[in-house]
């Protein structure tokens, strides 16, 4: 029976958290006179989806549309691509899953420019049997929408499919789907919030997955 892994994009394939937060931080300063803690944003959260967050949590009194303050974010983040790093772990996963025959997809809450200017960067354009993107989803996540869409392309059950993620938002998203969900701790996000959430494995690194063992979840 073919199964899939579909991977979150942002903090999970690609560590690169500290740098959209340093992205938000730069942008909400231009709007308020100070801010508190190094990421402002609530992670997981799609990027306009933030900043409409943003304003009203900042009560912030501006001409610039959510959208507009979300393309000054992504602009700041590609100036220090170059910070980013792939996940450790994650180019010998894909090998394995695709010597087990699972199938592989991308899907993220961030523009389908944005992710090929990345996926080109670090030459990931033959890894993953689809991508699919914000302007696909009908509804941003916790919704279920993009992890419905990303099983509906691949044409495989959502029941037979693992989402991996780094964001609280993204694990209620997946278990919407009727998706088994992987989390990933990271500092903002510790071990304790993805038990509340019921993800279904916790890990800290993708070097702690393998086929075998992801198999075990469906």
């Known amino acids: 029976m073919p199964k899939a892994i579909i991977f979150d994009l942002d903090g999970t394939i690609l560590l690169n958290e500290p740098v959209y937060?340093?992205?938000?931080?730069?942008?909400?300063?231009?709007?308020?006179?100070?801010?508190?803690?190094?990421?402002?944003?609530?992670?997981?959260?799609?990027?306009?989806?933030?900043?409409?967050?943003?304003?009203?949590?900042?009560?912030?009194k501006t001409?610039?549309?959510?959208?507009?303050?979300?393309?000054?974010?992504?602009?700041?983040?590609?100036?220090?691509?170059?910070?980013?790093?792939?996940?450790?772990?994650?180019?010998?996963?894909?090998?394995?899953?695709?010597?087990?025959?699972w199938l592989t997809a991308l899907a993220t809450s961030n523009n389908w420019w944005l992710v090929e200017a990345e996926i080109d960067h670090f030459r990931l354009e033959n890894q993953f049997n689809c991508i699919t993107t914000r302007e696909?989803?009908?509804f941003p996540k916790p919704a279920p929408n993009i992890f419905l869409e990303t099983a509906e392309k691949l044409q495989i059950e959502p029941a037979k499919c693992i989402v991996i993620e780094n964001s609280v938002i993204g694990i209620e998203a997946a278990l919407a789907a009727g998706m088994k969900a992987v989390a990933i701790t990271w500092p903002e996000q510790p071990k304790d919030v993805f038990i509340s959430a019921g993800a279904h494995l916790i890990v800290s690194s993708l070097t702690e997955l393998n086929s075998e063992n992801l198999a075990t979840l469906i």
């Open 136 to 138: 696909e989803a009908l």
């Open 63 to 101: 001409d610039k549309t959510p959208a507009e303050l979300a393309l000054a974010t992504q602009q700041e983040y590609l100036k220090h691509l170059g910070k980013v790093r792939l996940a450790p772990g994650l180019l010998s996963l894909l090998d394995d899953l695709k010597s087990h025959h």
């Open 21 to 60: 937060c340093a992205a938000f931080k730069t942008v909400l300063e231009t709007l308020v006179k100070t801010t508190s803690g190094p990421c402002p944003q609530i992670v997981g959260l799609a990027l306009e989806e933030n900043w409409t967050a943003l304003i009203k949590k900042h009560q912030i």
